[in-house]
């Protein structure tokens, strides 16, 4: 069994995944919901074994790196990623239909790695010959995933607060929402634990940086678009212990926050230039 | 002092502890860095002039656009960025540390009110008796408790984690202690390149500041080789290099590998592969050549520069030659050199042979053929050298902020307040984080008290 058919058939679990939760949605029927995060949870097996089996298959060819070292597999790390930190914040907290809103990325990542990128497996330029690229990369896309979490759950605040205005609790679809203060207390906790992994993530990146180069830090675009998007989580952390600015401020601040995000793993590969050719449109 | 005055330096004061000021200054930098990203920093190359406006040109000169992360408007955005950081801290440390050093011990009435958890329990009893069973429920389900006897009444105070919030401070000052190692960086240490060609040696080299800096010993370049993957992307770029110290090799600095993500470091100064190019002097080509009528191929050699004669008269040159001619014509790879011949009495020919196409050269119909066999060509090694005394603060600064983030984000300071008193139990708590999951454990805890 080859690693690029499991792929596939993560990309379908992500999609049916979806289809259910938009259906339980609709029907607001317990087991609908079940059934949307067992698919979740199965393509999200599969795509482990699929990620392990490549890997395997780098060392069979013999070029022997893990699966992180070109666009369409950061791309598939990161939908790995999201449904991770999205299954987390699931059992830890219980609210199964933030999946609706969050599944989607995955499912956009996989379908755009498996239908628009190269899968071929490459031999490491020698920059990227050193296990810094591991560490950093995972704690980087670990930080990016609950940034996705963190925004779906914004995205749901937002529509939730702007159908609430007249502080009547809104109804139909929208009855099976948290509430805006649960929201609103999920968003945090999600962007609690992406805060710290991208802090690990830039601070790992500035070591293999000062390793390979020997300058932790030359502001070259990706290093700041990341830093750009620590400045907003960081006004995000300090705008909620300020007066006037929890609910839909913070809100939006978490939704500007993962636009940059993707700006900094995608934009900056696509629009600028800069030390991070990895990952580039080839 | 007037009253004016301290009005005027209150005011300042509060400016400067204002939150509202940190999410500003934030958000401005997350901003105003994105300009940096786009217009290209360093002195601008002429393509990227002409793409832009003359008076565009001023305006961005001006405002330090091409060198943006170190004009005054951003260092005093990162400068403000401390004050605010400084004395935020300033106001608000000594309460936290009060609450850190000097506990609450005692749960009066008033302070019970402005507990959002507190149960109250009847227990007969004396409370002399019921003293103990308190401490040792204390002790087995919470933390050491602390006692403190009023009226005839006991208090007992208890608390887990109190130093977890001191983690926002710890971020704090991590983030300055970054910045000392950036400045002690820029202070007292340099970057810079060296370009060492094979067999030479280098004792100085050039600060990107392009000022000669004395290294204090010699650095030898051994020798250079570059691999490449089948499919033509590079594996390997390789220098053997030694350290000399008055023309001596010093032990244990002999003959060492450097290659990318594999620096050499010597006396604080780091050597890093960062290109490679051939030294253009002192190279050898091979060759072999054989008639088009027959007879034994003749090895042939050929320097860098020179013309050699051809058996049968006639000489050659090489014009040019590369290990990897892929990027030149992609319809070929691995080495090639580009060659011209002069017959006896005839103009020059210049063409191209190949080393892995030995047949090639058959086509061209010339009377001679030859095969290109590789060169000894002479490389030159381009080593970024550093020398960074801050960069271990940098890294301490780095440790604590993490530390500083966890303690922050994921320890809650918990406090349980007991007070005993003739026939009823009052206990209160409270949490510096999660107050849902600690009313959970707050109710669970309640439970057991009913019990005691
Ligand atoms: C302008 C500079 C800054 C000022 C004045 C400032 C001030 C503050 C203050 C007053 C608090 C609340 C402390 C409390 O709860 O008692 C806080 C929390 C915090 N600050 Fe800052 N801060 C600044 C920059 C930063 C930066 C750049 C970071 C980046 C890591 C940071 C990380 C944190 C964290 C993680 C918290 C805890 C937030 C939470 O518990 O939700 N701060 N800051």
Redesign the interface.
């Known amino acids: 069994m080859s690693s690029s058919l499991l792929f596939n058939v993560t990309t379908i679990c992500y999609m049916v995944s979806m289809l259910i939760f938009f259906a339980f949605l609709a029907s607001k029927n317990k087991t609908v919901g079940l059934a949307g995060s067992l698919a979740a949870y199965g393509g999200f097996i599969i795509q482990t074994i699929a990620i392990i089996l490549r890997w395997r298959e780098s060392y069979a060819i013999g070029h022997g790196h893990a699966p992180l070292s070109n666009l369409y597999e950061s791309v598939v790390f990161f939908s790995w990623t999201i449904v991770l930190i999205y299954g987390l914040i699931e059992f830890k907290y219980k609210y199964r239909i933030v999946g609706a809103f969050v599944i989607p990325f995955a499912l956009l990542g996989m379908a755009w790695a498996q239908l628009g990128l190269n899968s071929g497996i ?2 490491l ?3 990227l ?2 296990n ?1 690229l591991l560490y950093h990369v995972i704690t980087c896309f670990l930080g990016y995933a609950a940034f996705a979490v963190a925004c779906g759950i914004s995205i749901m605040y937002l529509i939730k607060a702007g159908k609430e205005s007249d502080s009547a609790p809104a109804g139909g679809l929208l009855s099976m929402f948290p509430s805006i203060r649960i929201l609103d207390d999920l968003n945090y906790r999600a962007i ?1 634990i992406g ?2 992994l991208l ?2 993530g830039i ?1 790992t990146g ?2 293999w940086a ?8 030359s ?1 070259d ?1 990706k290093e ?2 990341s ?2 998007v620590w ?2 989580y ?2 995000f952390l ?2 909620r ?2 007066r006037g ?1 929890v609910g839909k401020r913070a809100a939006i601040l978490s939704v500007i926050g993962f636009a ?1 995000t993707i700006f900094c793993y995608l934009g ?1 590969n696509l629009f ?1 230039s800069g030390l991070h050719s990895y990952g580039g449109g080839r | 002092m007037t009253t004016d005055n301290r009005g005027v330096v209150q005011s300042v004061w509060d400016f400067f502890c204002s ?2 000021l ?2 500003f200054l ?2 401005g ?2 901003v105003t ?2 300009i ?3 217009i290209p ?1 360093g002195p601008p190359a002429p393509e990227y002039l002409q793409t832009i406006s003359q008076a565009k040109f001023k305006i961005y000169a001006a405002l330090g656009f091409f060198d943006m ?1 170190h004009s005054w408007w951003f260092l005093l955005l990162l400068y403000l960025l401390t004050i605010n950081l400084i004395a935020c801290s300033i106001k608000r440390l000594p309460r936290v540390w009060k609450i850190i050093s000097e506990p609450t011990l005692v749960m009066d009435e008033g302070f019970e009110k402005s507990l959002s958890l507190t149960h109250e329990v009847k227990v007969g009893g004396e409370p002399a008796a019921l003293k103990d069973r308190a401490a040792a429920f204390l002790r087995k389900e919470f933390a050491e408790p602390r006692l403190t006897e009023v009226d005839g009444e006991y208090h007992f105070f208890a608390e887990k984690n109190p130093y977890c919030r001191l983690g926002v401070y710890v971020v704090h000052l991590s983030i300055i202690i970054i910045f000392i190692g ?1 400045i002690i960086g820029s202070l007292a240490g340099y ?1 810079g390149y060296a370009a060492i060609p094979e067999g030479g040696s280098v004792s100085t080299i050039e600060s990107r500041s392009g000022k000669q800096i004395d290294l204090g010993f010699a650095v030898k370049c051994e020798k250079f080789s570059v691999s490449f ?1 089948d ?1 033509g ?5 390789r220098s053997i290099l030694t350290v000399l110290e008055n023309g001596k090799p010093v032990p244990g600095y002999e003959n060492v590998k450097v ?3 594999q ?1 050499l470091t010597y006396k604080g100064i ?1 050597f ?3 290109s490679y190019g051939p030294t253009g002097e002192g190279g050898v080509f091979h060759f072999t050549v054989r008639e088009r009528k027959g007879g034994a191929p003749v090895p042939l050699t050929v320097r860098q520069g020179e013309r050699a004669s051809l058996p049968g008269g006639g000489t050659i040159q090489v014009l040019e030659a590369t290990q990897e001619v892929r990027s030149v014509l992609p319809q070929f790879s691995g080495p090639a050199a580009r060659i011209e011949v002069t017959p006896p009495g005839g103009s020059p020919q210049p063409f191209v042979v190949f080393r892995d196409y030995p047949k090639f050269d058959e086509e061209r119909g010339g009377n001679l053929i030859f095969t290109y066999e590789g060169a000894d060509e002479k490389y030159y090694t381009g080593l ?3 020398k ?1 005394p801050g ?1 271990w603060v ?2 301490l600064g ?1 440790a604590l ?2 530390v500083g ?2 303690l922050a ?2 320890l809650s300071h918990k406090r349980i307040w007991v007070r005993v008193a003739r026939g009823r139990v009052t206990m209160g708590g409270t949490a510096s984080k999660n107050q849902a999951g600690f009313q959970l454990a707050f109710d669970e805890l309640v439970d057991k008290l009913k019990s005691i």
Do not use: R
């Open positions: 490459e031999p330029v020698p920059a010959q050193s810094w609690m805060f710290p802090t690990l601070v500035a070591a000062n390793y390979a180069w020997g300058t932790y830090w502001w675009p700041t678009w830093l750009i400045f907003i960081a006004a300090h705008a212990i300020t600015w940059a900056v600028l | 939150l509202k940190s999410i934030l958000i930098l997350a860095s994105i940096g990203t786009i920093q992360y950036a970057k993957y499919t992307a590079p594996k390997e770029f290659i990318v993500n620096p780091t890093y592969q960062s970024q050298v550093a960074d960069v940098v890294w780095c902020m993490v983030i966890l984000f994921f």
